[in-house]
T-cell receptor, first 117, second 112 residues
Framework: GAVVSQHPSRVICKSGTSVKIECRSLDFQATTMFWYRQFPKQSLMLMATSNEGSKATYEQGVEKDKFLINHASLTLSTLTVTSAHPEDSSFYIC?????????????FGPGTRLLVL | AQSVTQLDSQVPVFEEAPVELRCNYSSSVSVYLFWYVQYPNQGLQLLLKYLSGSTLVESINGFEAEFNKSQTSFHLRKPSVHISDTAEYFCAVRNQGGKLIFGQGTELSVKP
C-alpha cells in the first residue's frame, strides 16, 4: 500500500525556536498534500492544503506566517512552525493524495508530536 | 457545509462480540466515504472506502461498512471483535472541494 512518512516522530523544543517537520510520499507522487493538527481526544483539524509548486491554501484561522508550508516536489512537503510557543504543542499529521489508481484516497503519515517548553 | 457525525464517542465491547460504529453525513451530492483507524500515538490508517459501485465495502481485517444513500449513513460493523481492534475510528467524507471532512471519532475499547 501507499506509504507516507514523517520526520521527526517527536520533537521537543524551547519556546521561540522554529521546528521543521518533513512529510514524504515514499511510493507515489503526491499531487496534493495536507497538514492536520490533532489535539488529545479530538478529531483532525485541517490546517492547509498544498499542491506541488504552488502556494499552500490555509484554512480559516490558521496563521500562514506561523505555519510555513513548502511543497517543493511531488514527494516532499515541509511544515515549519516558526517561533513556537507552548500552545503550539500538538500532534501534527500530514497526508498525501495522488497515488495512481487511488487518486481519491488520502494516505496519512504516522504523525509528529511537538512539545514546546 | 458538509458535516460528519459519529454518534458514539466511546463504544466498549467484550471480545468476540459484534460491534457497529455509526456515521452519518450531510450531503445532497455524490460523495466519497472513508473509515480510518488510529492506534495510540500513530497516524491514521485507511480501513475501507466507498467511491462507487457496491454499497457494501469490506476491509481485510473483517470490518465492513454499508453506504446507505437514503439514510446518509456509512456505519462500520464487525461481527466479532478482537482486543487488537481497540483504537480510535474516524469516519470521513470527501467534499466536492477535495477536502476530507472528519467526524469526531469513536473510541472502540475491546475488553477481554
Amino acid at each position: 500500500g501507499a506509504v507516507v512518512s514523517q520526520h521527526p516522530s517527536r520533537v521537543i523544543c524551547k519556546s521561540g525556536t522554529s521546528v521543521k517537520i518533513e512529510c514524504r510520499s515514499l511510493d507515489f507522487q503526491a499531487t496534493t498534500m495536507f497538514w492536520y493538527r490533532q489535539f488529545p481526544k479530538q478529531s483532525l483539524m485541517l490546517m492547509a492544503t498544498s499542491n506541488e509548486g504552488s502556494k499552500a491554501t490555509y484554512e480559516q484561522g490558521v496563521e500562514k506566517d506561523k505555519f510555513l508550508i513548502n511543497h517543493a516536489s511531488l514527494t516532499l512537503s515541509t511544515l515549519t512552525v516558526t517561533s513556537a510557543h507552548p500552545e503550539d504543542s500538538s500532534f501534527y499529521i500530514c497526508s498525501a493524495r495522488g497515488k495512481p489508481g487511488a487518486e481519491e484516497t488520502q494516505y496519512f503519515g504516522p504523525g509528529t508530536r511537538l512539545l514546546v517548553l | 457545509a458538509q458535516s460528519v457525525t459519529q454518534l458514539d464517542s466511546q463504544v466498549p465491547v467484550f471480545e468476540e462480540a459484534p460491534v457497529e460504529l455509526r456515521c452519518n453525513y450531510s450531503s445532497s451530492v455524490s460523495v466519497y466515504l472513508f473509515w480510518y483507524v488510529q492506534y495510540p500515538n500513530q497516524g491514521l490508517q485507511l480501513l475501507l472506502k466507498y467511491l462507487s459501485g457496491s454499497t457494501l465495502v469490506e476491509s481485510i481485517n473483517g470490518f465492513e461498512a454499508e453506504f446507505n444513500k437514503s439514510q446518509t449513513s456509512f456505519h462500520l460493523r464487525k461481527p466479532s471483535v478482537h482486543i487488537s481492534d481497540t483504537a480510535e475510528y474516524f469516519c470521513a467524507v470527501r467534499n466536492q472541494g477535495g477536502k476530507l471532512i472528519f467526524g469526531q471519532g469513536t473510541e472502540l475499547s475491546v475488553k477481554p
